[in-house]
C-alpha cells in the first residue's frame, strides 16, 4: 500500500489561491489513476479531480473545472491541486487517493490508499 502526504492547505479569503500537493512513497507505475477528494464537516467524502497514467485529467463537476487544476510532476511520484477563486464553500479536508481497486471512479471506496488530508478554509 503505497503512502501519501498531503500538504499546502491553508486558510485563506475568498477568490485567493492555494496548490495543494500530493507525495508518493514511492516512485512506481501508477495503477490507473490518482484522485483528489474532499470532505466538509457533516458531508460524505466527495471527488474532485482524477489524472490518469497518461496524463488524462477530469474533474467531477464543471465547477471545479473552472477553478481547480490537477497535474502530476515528470517522475509521477507528486500530484498536486491547484485551486483558485476558492469560495468558502470549498472549506473542507482535502485527500488524495491511489490504488484504484479496479476503475477510476467518483467513489471512495475504489481507492485502496490515502492520506491523511490537508485542511483548506475559505472565509467570506
Known amino acids: 500500500q503505497r503512502q501519501l502526504v498531503e500538504s499546502g492547505g491553508g486558510s485563506v479569503q475568498a477568490g485567493e489561491s492555494l496548490r495543494l500537493s500530493c507525495i508518493v512513497s514511492?516512485?512506481?507505475?501508477?495503477?490507473?489513476?490518482m484522485a483528489w477528494f474532499r470532505q466538509a464537516p457533516g458531508k460524505e467524502r466527495e471527488g474532485v479531480a482524477l489524472i490518469y497514467a497518461s496524463g488524462t485529467k477530469t474533474y467531477r463537476t464543471n465547477s471545479f473545472k473552472g477553478r481547480f487544476t490537477i497535474s502530476q510532476d515528470n517522475t509521477r511520484n507528486t500530484m498536486y491541486l491547484d485551486m483558485i477563486s476558492l469560495k468558502p464553500e470549498d472549506t473542507a479536508m482535502y485527500y488524495c487517493?491511489?490504488?484504484?481497486?479496479?476503475?477510476?471512479?467518483?467513489?471512495?471506496?475504489?481507492?485502496?490508499?490515502w492520506g491523511r488530508g490537508t485542511q483548506v478554509t475559505v472565509s467570506a
Open positions: 487517493a491511489a490504488d484504484p481497486v479496479s476503475f477510476c471512479t467518483w467513489s471512495p471506496s475504489d481507492f485502496g490508499s
Open positions: 514511492e516512485e512506481t507505475s501508477w495503477r490507473n489513476c
